[in-house]
């Protein structure tokens, strides 16, 4: 298995390649001298935003001081060329009470799959599974799931019935039981 570890990146971002309704999703970690994009989907952008502010402030409460860091926003967009480097299967998301940070994984393979699996001689795997770890300040990762929020609500428009998305050319919706307008 390989471990792709920033500790802290430079930068950590999320973005989009496409247009709304046809988008992909990456994750991308950098530093001086190397870059990593990782394919995500949607709905685990938007819920590692809500999971990382929920421990954030559960975190702050206990601690004092962590709730209320704001990191400054990186409201640039990816950097090219984009190649994806894996798909993520699973997110894992903690806090490291030592050093006071945020730690993020993003797994190409169900961690708790592969723990029960094992490798029978302990080796690691080559060209095996690969898992994404970033550490973050409260700071940042308080910035990095407000432009997660952000990225995520940039899509399609949602229908004022049903909540769906709006295509460009319109859409069926269920709640006006398929009439077209």
Partial sequence: MSVIEYDPPERFVVGTVGPPGDRTFYLQASDGHRRHQIAVEKVHVGVLAE???????????LEGGVAAAVGSADNA????????????????????????VVVIECHDHDPDE??????????????????LRVVL???????????????????????PFCGGPLDPEGHICPRANGYRR
């Fill in 114 to 131: 592969l723990a029960e699996e094992g490798d029978p001689q302990g080796e690691p795997l080559v060209g095996g599974p690969s898992t």
């Fill in 51 to 61: 999971r990382i502010e929920t421990l954030l402030d559960e975190v702050g409460g």
């Fill in 77 to 100: 967009p990816l950097d090219t060329p984009i190649t994806e480097d894996f798909r993520v299967v699973a997110l894992s998301l903690a806090w490291d009470e030592e050093r006071r």
């Fill in 137 to 159: 300040s409260p700071a940042k990762a308080r910035a990095f799931a407000r432009r997660c929020e952000t990225v995520v609500s940039a899509g399609r428009p949602s229908c």
